[in-house]
C-alpha cells in the first residue's frame, strides 16, 4: 500500500513540476510576443527612423523620420529603454498600429523582443533539472535561453 502511496506522489510531483516549467515558457511567450508581433510581422506597418533625443527610466523619445514620406509625422516617438540606447543613437523603427510607441526593427529589435522568452528558458531550465531530472533537456533550454540573451545583449 505504501509504494502506491509513493508512486502516486512521484507522478504528483513530476505532473506539478511540468505544469511550472510549462507555465513558464507560456508566459515568456506571451510577454515577448507583444513586441515581437510588430517586429517580425511588420509588412504593412509604417517604418521608419527614431534619433534618440532624451531618455528617461524606462522610455526614450524622440523625433522620428517615415520611410514612406507620404505617412503622417507622429514626432515624438517613444521606446522602451534598452542597454544600447543612447541620446543621439539613430536606428530604424517600426511604429506600433495608431500609436506613437515603436519597437525595434530587423535583427536586434527581434532578439530584444524575445528576451522575456531567454530568461523564463533560463528558470524552466531549473525546474526542468531539478524537478523533473531531465539533465539533457535542461541543459538544452538553458543554452538557448544563456544565447539568446547573449545574443540580445550584443547586438544592442
Partial sequence: MATKRTQALLYA???????????????GIRSSWGAAQHVMLSKGREHGTLTVAK????????????ADPAAADRSPVTIDRSVGTKKGAKFPVVLKPGTSEAVRA?????????IPLGGALLLSALVIAGGLRMTRLAWGA???????????????
Avoid: K, N, Q
Avoid at 538553458?142 to 544592442?156: N, V
Fill in 106 to 114: 530587423g535583427a536586434p529589435g527581434i532578439l530584444h523582443a524575445w
Fill in 55 to 66: 531618455c528617461g527610466d524606462e522610455t526614450c523619445t524622440g523625433p522620428y523620420v517615415p
Fill in 142 to 156: 538553458a543554452l538557448a535561453g544563456g544565447a539568446l540573451l547573449t545574443a540580445s545583449f550584443f547586438t544592442l
Fill in 13 to 27: 510531483r513530476r505532473a506539478a513540476m511540468a505544469g511550472v516549467a510549462l507555465l513558464l515558457l507560456v508566459a
